[in-house]
C-alpha cells in the first residue's frame, strides 16, 4: 500500500530535541519533494519545511529556520525532521506530504499525507 | 510570502445545500491553488488541485475555480460526510502557504 507513516513524536521539555520519521512505502520515494506541515491543537495546518528529490535544497519557515533540519535518506525511503530547541509553541501534530506534480508545475499539490505525530513541548 | 485569506472562516448548512468557499492570494498565483479537506483527529485529504481539477476518487458535487488571486470551493449538494474543516493552499512558491481553514458545521 502506497503510505506515509510518521514516528519519533512524543513529550520534550522547553529547550529539548526530538527527531521526527516519516517511512515511506509503495513508490519511488526519491522522485518527490516532501514537506512537514504541522497543526497546533484547535488550530490550522502551518508549512514547516520541504526537501527535493535528492536531498540537495531544503527550504524552512521562519519559525523554525535556525532550529529545525530537515532531510532524507533514499536507501531508506525515510524523510526526517530534527527539532532542537524545542519551544512551547512547537507543540503540535506533525504530518509529513508527498508532493505530487501531474504535468505543468501548476499541478503541484500534496497527495499523499502520513496520519500525524504528536509533539507536546512542555515542562 | 504569499499570504492566503479564507472566508468565511465558519459556515453552517445543511444536507443539501450549495455551499461556496472563497480563498483570496496575497499575490497573482495563476492557477497554483489547491483544496484539502480535513475531518477531526484526521490528515488532510487533498480534493482539488490547481484551481480546478478534481483529484481521483473525490465526489463531483466538489468543484473549484479562479485564477490570479481569487478562487472558489463550491459543494453543489452537501452530504452528511461532508461536514469537516476545508483549506486552500498555493503551491505557486516556497512557503507552501495554507488559509486558516472553513469550518462547515451542520445547521
Known amino acids: 500500500e502506497v503510505q506515509l507513516v510518521e514516528s519519533g513524536g512524543g513529550l520534550v521539555q522547553p529547550g529539548g530535541s526530538l527527531r521526527l520519521s516519516c517511512a515511506a512505502s509503495?513508490?519511488?520515494?526519491?522522485?518527490?519533494?516532501m514537506h512537514w506541515v504541522r497543526q497546533a491543537p484547535g488550530k490550522g495546518l502551518v508549512w514547516v519545511s520541504r526537501?527535493?528529490?535528492?536531498?540537495?535544497?531544503?527550504n524552512y519557515a521562519d519559525s523554525v529556520k535556525g532550529r529545525f533540519t530537515i532531510s532524507r535518506d533514499n536507501t531508506k525511503n525515510t524523510l526526517y525532521l530534527q527539532m532542537n530547541s524545542l519551544r512551547a509553541e512547537d507543540t503540535a501534530v506533525y504530518y509529513c506530504?508527498?508532493?505530487?506534480?501531474?504535468?505543468?508545475?501548476?499541478?503541484?499539490?500534496?497527495?499523499?499525507w502520513g496520519r500525524g505525530t504528536l509533539v507536546t513541548v512542555s515542562s | 510570502d504569499i499570504q492566503m485569506t479564507q472566508s468565511p472562516s465558519s459556515l453552517s448548512a445543511s444536507v443539501g445545500d450549495r455551499v461556496t468557499i472563497t480563498c483570496r492570494a496575497s499575490?497573482?498565483?495563476?492557477?497554483?491553488l489547491n483544496w484539502y479537506q480535513q475531518k477531526p483527529g484526521k490528515a488532510p485529504k487533498l480534493l482539488i488541485y490547481?484551481?480546478?481539477s478534481l483529484q481521483s476518487g473525490v465526489p463531483s458535487r466538489f468543484s473549484g475555480s479562479g485564477s490570479g488571486t481569487d478562487f472558489t470551493l463550491t459543494i453543489s449538494s452537501l452530504e452528511p460526510e461532508d461536514f469537516a474543516t476545508y483549506y486552500c493552499?498555493?503551491?505557486?512558491?516556497?512557503?507552501?502557504?495554507f488559509g486558516l481553514g472553513t469550518n462547515l458545521d451542520i445547521k
Open positions: 506530504a508527498r508532493e505530487m506534480q501531474t504535468g505543468d508545475v501548476s499541478t503541484r499539490h500534496f497527495d499523499l
Open positions: 509503495e513508490f519511488t520515494f526519491s522522485s518527490y519533494w
Open positions: 526537501v527535493n528529490g535528492d536531498g540537495s535544497s531544503t
Open positions: 499575490q497573482s498565483i495563476s492557477s497554483y
Open positions: 490547481a484551481a480546478s
Open positions: 493552499q498555493q503551491s505557486y512558491s516556497t512557503p507552501r502557504t
